[in-house]
């Protein structure tokens, strides 16, 4: 982790032996703002890992970033970003307009043909993962086709790729770095296509596709991790695969599937059920991990996934990895950097607990109706996210939330926040709530709770969604079903705003 704090620490002057990257660009119609460059080794936006430049006059920022080797970063503006390699001697200026990052993207400079390749090479999603969904084409394909005809496919348009990298003749560090990225792009998103053909089209060829898949790849060495941020990301789906493959063995066998999962874990298969009900399957993955990884991968894996949940303030699960880090690497920066990290994060949520305005609901034990939830809230328009710790999706739309109560500040406009959420994970649940500074009314149910909840708000449907989202008029009545949401800006504020 530390190495890649450094760009952060040269702007105090420190590390002033290391050659230089320089990045400058040109934001056409930009009027104030800041750019960010993020740097991050596992794809997953690292907060502490960014630097910012403050958009000049003319639109111009410039970052200079200290490093004796290409890295892979992230510019982020106005809510967009693009990949770039930046590397030492290799100067890169990019322009782009305001609102059309990066489709209006363009590189001059030494290091332009590289990210040229980069702009085209790594789409957000390659041909066979356009569709994250049972309406993938290459989802119902049977065993053979998969690995006799999409494979080789895929195979084939990464062979390409690396063949034009070859001709461009860059220089060796350089192109090394580029083909390392194309690797595991194309192997991160044949994991993501093993998701969909087990989640969505429960396709019985899922396991020989990710079987094949670990096989040909393998485990990502620490030179390709320091290559690429995707080889970092694979690490932790290697490690996830390593973990598949006892559970599989477990639903056939279970005597057997236990012994193995508590030899590999190292704890009696009760305390690993436990661990697995309050933080997930993941966290039994990562004691998986000590024995299935070298060393300093699982050291890397801890780090990473740390910095993850870290970034993510969720902090009951980057206390466990915390804990693992430093049982096993006590002495090790990335220990070391793990503990001031959480540290922020419980000075945080100390700050959480003591704001008035968020408020945890004293009755919420006792609420089993639609009415009894709404009481307090009579003559008010109110706003319900139901939501849920476990839920992906609804963490990404919190992150839009602060914009919103800002832009609809001053209405009498209720922020309601109901929770599917079980009784043990109630401490996870208050701390996310107050390390994220979430402000509003909280309320908390358990899933046979909350499904009388949902048919009150549904009635007749039988699919449930996370997030959702109502909003209630001054009558107490279900105004909008399915409203819009916090990540659909402006678009809220106006049906918000229409019954108030």
């Known amino acids: 982790m530390k190495k890649y704090l450094l760009c952060i620490l040269v702007l105090c002057g420190a590390y002033a032996g290391f050659a230089q990257s320089i990045l400058t660009g040109k934001i056409n119609g930009a009027v104030d703002g800041e750019a960010e ?17 403050k958009i000049g006059p003319e639109g111009t920022f410039s970052f200079s970033l200290p490093q004796n080797a290409p890295v892979f970063v992230t510019l982020h503006y106005n809510k967009k970003k693009q990949q770039l390699l930046l590397s030492p001697g290799r100067p890169l200026h990019v322009t782009f307009d305001a609102g059309d ?15 040229m390749m980069i702009h085209a090479f790594f789409p957000p999603r390659p041909f066979f993962m356009k569709e994250f969904s049972s309406g993938n084409p290459y989802g119902k394909m049977g065993e053979d086709s998969l690995l006799n005809v999409l494979l080789p496919s895929i195979l084939r348009e990464a062979d390409s790729l690396r063949g034009i990298v070859a001709d461009a003749r860059l220089p060796k560090i350089i192109g090394k770095s580029l083909m390392t990225h194309i690797r595991y792009y194309y192997s991160l998103n044949m994991d993501e296509f093993s998701m969909v053909l087990n989640s969505y089209t429960k396709n019985p060829a899922e396991q020989a596709w990710a079987d094949t898949l670990m096989s040909m790849t393998g485990l990502p060495s620490m030179q390709d991790m320091e290559s690429s941020p995707y080889a970092g990301y694979f690490l932790s789906a290697y490690a996830k695969h390593e973990m598949i493959k006892i559970g599989k063995i477990y639903r056939k066998d279970k005597e057997r599937g236990q012994l193995l999962l508590e030899e590999a874990a190292g704890l009696p298969f009760d305390s690993l059920m436990k661990l697995a009900n309050s933080f997930g399957d993941e966290m039994v993955t990562m004691l998986v991990g000590k024995k299935k990884l070298p060393a300093a991968q699982y050291e890397r894996l801890l780090s990473n996934r740390l910095t993850y949940y870290g970034n993510m303030k969720e902090l009951s699960m980057a206390r466990q990895l915390l804990q693992l880090l430093t049982t096993h690497f006590a002495d090790g920066t990335e220990a070391a950097d793990g503990s001031r990290l959480i540290a922020r994060l419980e000075a945080q949520l100390e700050e959480g607990k ?44 919190m992150g839009y939330v602060p914009d919103l109560k800002a832009r609809l500040d001053g209405n009498d406009i209720v922020f309601l926040y109901l929770s599917n959420d079980k009784d043990d994970a109630d401490g996870k649940w208050r701390e996310y709530v107050q390390v994220n500074n979430i402000t509003g009314e909280h309320v908390r149910m358990p899933n046979d709770r909350i499904e009388h909840i949902w048919e ?15 909003i209630f008029g001054k009558d107490g009545g279900v105004a909008v079903k399915k409203a819009r949401r916090p990540s659909e800006g402006l678009l809220l504020d106006t049906q918000l705003l229409e019954y108030l």
């Open 37 to 53: 460059l993020n740097i991050s080794r596992d794809v997953w936006y690292q907060r502490e890992n960014s630097i910012y430049s």
């Open 354 to 397: 003591r704001n008035p305005h968020i408020i945890i609901r004293k009755d919420y034990a006792q609420i089993s109706s639609l009415r009894q939830l709404l009481a307090p809230y009579k003559g008010k328009v109110v706003y319900l996210d139901v939501w849920g710790t476990w839920c992906g999706p609804c963490k990404v739309e």
């Open 456 to 470: 009150e708000l549904l009635p007749g449907e039988k699919m449930r969604s996370y997030p959702t989202f109502f």
């Open 101 to 115: 990052l990066p489709g209006t993207m363009k590189y001059k400079g030494k290091g332009a043909t590289e990210n």
